[in-house]
């Protein structure tokens, strides 16, 4: 399994992004993506997931009305958006995957076996 995730940048606050994360190798229908993010001198934070099969999501409450989660099975990508970003916002964020629903394993960093390298989202003040 390899993960591909692209989109991170700079934005102003207010501002939107989308993240996507492109998916290969996976031979099971029972997975989660889920998507994290580390802000400089903090822990990785679990913000999101998304099991494409049944499409069950889970959003963190922090990013919740803010941070969509979808997919586009045709395509094996799992998409973040990002809206009315925040300085708080800014971090490295990270997809990755697990052999469990998304409903079962939300954002738990600990249940994620193959991890992405991540993408920079910058959110100036």
């Known amino acids: 399994v390899q993960l591909q995730a692209s989109g991170g940048g700079l934005v102003q606050t207010g501002g939107s992004l989308r993240l996507s994360c492109a998916a290969s190798?996976?031979?099971?229908?029972?997975?989660?993506i889920g998507w994290f993010r580390q802000a400089p001198g903090k822990e990785r934070e679990g913000v999101a997931c998304?099991?494409?099969?049944?499409?069950?999501?889970y959003l963190a409450d922090s990013v919740k009305g803010r941070f969509t989660v979808s997919s586009d099975n045709a395509k094996n990508t799992v998409s973040l958006q990002l809206d009315s970003l925040e300085p708080e916002d800014t971090a490295v964020y990270y997809c990755?995957?697990?052999?469990?629903?998304?409903?079962?394993?939300?954002?738990?960093?600990?249940?994620?076996?193959?991890w992405g390298q991540g993408t920079q989202v910058t959110v100036s003040s």
């Open positions: 990755a995957e697990a052999r469990w629903n998304c409903l079962v394993i939300r954002a738990i960093e600990s249940w994620y076996d193959v």
């Open positions: 190798g996976i031979t099971t229908d029972h997975y989660a």
């Open positions: 998304l099991s494409p099969t049944d499409g069950s999501r």
